[in-house]
């Protein structure tokens, strides 16, 4: 039941402002199982949750935009998927903390981003998005930053974030079987996930044009604060 309701709160963030799934789902998890075990399991449902979505916002779908930093994030996922492997558990959820803190700050206080026009800041970004994906199935906050800074439009925006993730979460997740990662456990935890997460796209998406965006993500963000602080 406990595993259900996190999905069904990560898929409805996700669905009605184009990312936080991992973000709210890890540090939750984090509390009910191992982080060897939610990382797989992350990746596992996001693919579905991505695909539903970039389906939704495909005509704004380019994949110029998302090509780079797909194709580098594919050669630093290895090494995130071995350093969670092979860290003390509690410095992985203490270094999880420290990104979420990092990220909810930098988008609370919203600073002003450089106009990166030069498509080579994508190999910086895509390598972190990858590390990142790899180790907490959390490759957003990188990409996100870029977008910022390539000034995507908003329908533009949410389809290639769900275009990089699909790319990116199919190789976490092979990348984690290829391991070992993906148990037993995964899949028998992934199967009360999935009515929760289904039911969290369908609320998502019918209020995704009722809510003030401006104030949902704000509410978003801080409670992204609180669950990083959680897991120093």
């Given at each position: 039941m406990t595993i259900a309701l996190i999905f069904l709160l990560?898929?409805?963030?996700?669905?009605?402002?184009?990312f936080g799934f991992?973000?709210?789902?890890?540090?939750?998890?984090?509390?009910?199982?191992?982080?060897?075990t939610a990382?797989?399991?992350?990746?596992?449902?996001a693919l579905a949750v991505e695909g539903v979505i970039?389906?939704?916002y495909r005509r704004a779908f380019q994949w110029s935009d998302i090509r780079s930093l797909s194709l580098?994030?594919?050669?630093?996922?290895?090494?995130?998927?071995?350093?969670?492997?092979?860290?003390?558990?509690?410095?992985?959820?203490?270094?999880?903390?420290?990104?979420?803190?990092?990220?909810?700050?930098?988008?609370?206080?919203r600073p002003a981003l450089p106009n990166l026009v030069h498509s080579a800041w994508a190999y910086g970004f895509g390598f972190l998005a990858g590390l990142?994906?790899?180790?907490?199935?959390?490759?957003?906050?990188?990409?996100?930053?870029?977008?910022?800074c390539r000034r995507w439009e908003p329908a533009q925006f949410k389809s290639n974030l769900q275009g990089f993730f699909l790319v990116n979460g199919s190789f976490v997740f092979l990348a984690h079987a290829l391991s070992g990662n993906v148990?037993?456990?995964?899949?028998?935890?992934?199967?009360?996930a999935l009515p929760g997460m289904a039911l969290g796209l369908l609320l998502g998406?019918?209020?995704s044009r009722r809510l003030d965006a401006r104030h949902f993500r704000r509410a978003v963000l801080l409670l992204l604060l609180a669950l990083g602080m959680s897991l120093f």
């Open positions: 990560a898929a409805f963030v996700q669905s009605s402002v184009g991992a973000l709210v789902s890890m540090p939750l998890l984090a509390r009910v199982l191992a982080l060897q990382t797989p399991l992350v990746a596992l449902l970039l389906l939704r580098v994030s594919l050669t630093s996922i290895p090494l995130g998927v071995f350093l969670l492997r092979y860290l003390p558990g509690d410095v992985v959820a203490t270094i999880l903390g420290v990104i979420l803190c990092a990220y909810a700050i930098y988008a609370l206080l990142l994906g790899g180790a907490y199935s959390i490759s957003g906050p990188p990409v996100i930053v870029y977008g910022s148990t037993a456990q995964v899949w028998q935890a992934a199967a009360p998406f019918m209020v």
